[in-house]
């Protein structure tokens, strides 16, 4: 199994402030905890790049751009909402995160490495076509699917979203077009309001959308059971060519920032079940985008396990 792995140490540089949560240790701390694993000399690391702005453009308005690189440009410590919080290098360093799943992406598509994981910051997936919420600028993963369409031809994306929060602007960027299939397992009701079981895409996107809600104190077994009987079944019959994962591991049940009860371990069993929908369907084809995980002490183990799964160690 080969896995591609990128970290750009550049990432750090995006300063959200004392006491945030989404702050630059959550990868530092994780970076040195791989980095100690005897299987972590085996993965492919890759270099990134900044995103260019015309794929940025396939996701979000150009004037939006132009205020959020403006924005950080004058130094400004929040933007569009208070948990936003930016530094004078927050825009170049959302690029570089952004095109680090682009980089990666061109690795699966090609068929340089089976499957690979982008460990950047800041996340993405509230990031709504005109709007930051939620600590994201860009919207990594909707990048990332817009991009393998229309630079390598793909017709059927397949985006798996199991952090803990709705992925309010994944959902709102497809939710009208069929050939992106998104679903999520998410708390709610929780931040940001949306995902209800209901929203299942609008038009000609109709059900193309699949939210599985999960109550507060969810534990393995309740996801477990999300995964058999709604998750695992919409996969399979979308049949996609290839999977984008919104790899958060704030459902966890030490990070501060929710209350679901999953352990490390059950990452591993996820990412299993994914692979073997990935297998079937699109030769093993899967980009994984770190999103949330606020526990210094838990999400190195999350990521590890994850990890550690795609590079076929745990089998």
Known sequence: MRTGFLYDPACLAHDTGQGH?????????????LQAQPWFGDLHNVGGRPAGREWIEAVHQPDYIDRVAAACGRGERVIDSPDVAVSEQSHDIALLACGGALA???????????????????????AER?????????????????????????DKILILDWDVHHGNGTQHAFSEDPSVFYASLHQYPYYPGTGAASEEGEGRG????????????????DYELAFRESILPAMDEFAPQMILLSAGFDAHRDDPLAAVELSAEFFHWMTLRVMECADQHC?????????????????????????QTLSGVRQ
Do not use: W
Request: proline residues 6%; charged residues 15%; aromatic residues 6%.
């Open 21 to 33: 949560p989404e702050r630059p240790a959550r990868l530092s701390t994780a970076m040195a905890y």
């Open 104 to 126: 990666l992406a061109d690795k699966v598509a090609g068929g340089e490495v089976d499957n690979a994981f982008a460990m950047m910051r800041p996340p993405g997936h509230h």
């Open 283 to 307: 030769g093993g084809k899967i980009l994984s985008l770190l999103e949330g995980g606020y526990s210094l002490t838990a999400l190195p183990l999350c990521i590890g396990a994850h990890l």
């Open 206 to 221: 109709r059900g193309a959308t699949l939210n599985c809600p999960m109550a507060a104190g969810a534990t393995d077994a």
């Open 130 to 154: 005109a709007t930051a919420m939620g600590f994201c600028l860009y919207n990594n993963v909707a990048v990332a699917a817009r991009y393998l369409q229309r630079k390598h031809g793909l």
